[in-house]
């Protein structure tokens, strides 16, 4: 898991790109950011493997990653306004 350790920062706005790009509604991030996180990422692993990846193969294994780490992805969604309670 320690290669990956590159995306999992990205995922959670290692460059920045969640605080540069937040919306005014909710405060989430603009998908803007998450594209550019996107990209970088698949940029990152094109390098690692010297060769061409699927956008679509990068998502799906993201996605599974995230799967994997429910509670960083319950963070996320947390900063993001989820779990909010108004007395």
């Known amino acids: ?3 990956y ?3 999992l920062d990205l995922q959670r706005g290692g460059r920045g790109w969640e605080d540069d ?3 005014e509604s909710g405060g989430r991030a603009r998908s803007g950011g998450a594209e550019t996180a996107e990209r970088d990422a698949l940029r990152e692993f094109e390098d690692r493997f ?3 990846v699927s956008l679509t193969d990068l998502r799906e294994a993201l996605m ?3 799967l994997q780490h429910l509670d960083e992805t319950e963070e996320c969604l947390e900063e993001w ?3 909010m309670t108004f007395d």
């Open 1 to 3: 898991m320690r290669q």
């Open 5 to 7: 350790a590159h995306v």
């Open 21 to 23: 790009h937040r919306s």
């Open 50 to 52: 010297e060769e061409n």
């Open 64 to 66: 599974k990653v995230g």
């Open 81 to 83: 306004g989820y779990g």
